[in-house]
Nanobody, 123 residues
């Protein structure tokens, strides 16, 4: 199975942008659907966005539509989350995940998680 390592988190002012990256090891990256989740202190982990194996389908949580964009580069074994117009409520640890199939409501196969990267948005 793949191993996932996130990067790109940090501190940003409200209205700013960040791009998260998730690098996957192994030669089977393109066989996984990929997603981003986040978890704020005291809250459950929640779905943010996902992308299909072939990049033909993307899914977003309502609270990030129009602000975040998920993409992947199968040649680089990397999935990205471009975040714009950031808000203080976007502050959370962001986790990359891999699964056989991954949408906001359906997950097929065991989710594989990265270690997470902290995003902090100041007001």
């Amino acid at each position: 199975q793949v191993q996932l390592v996130e990067s790109g988190g940090g501190l940003v002012q409200a209205g700013g942008s960040l791009r998260l990256s998730c690098a996957a090891s192994g030669r089977t990256f393109s066989s996984y659907a990929m997603g981003w989740f986040r978890q704020a202190p005291g809250r459950e982990r929640e779905f943010v966005a996902s992308i299909s194996r072939s990049t033909s389908s993307t899914y977003y949580a309502d609270f990030v539509k129009g602000r975040f964009t998920i993409s992947r580069d199968n040649a680089k074994n990397t999935v990205y989350l471009q975040m714009t117009s950031l808000k203080p409520e976007d502050t959370a640890v962001y986790y990359c995940a891999a699964a056989d199939f991954l949408t906001p409501t359906v997950v097929v196969g065991k989710k594989i998680w990265g270690q997470g990267t902290q995003v902090t948005v100041s007001s």
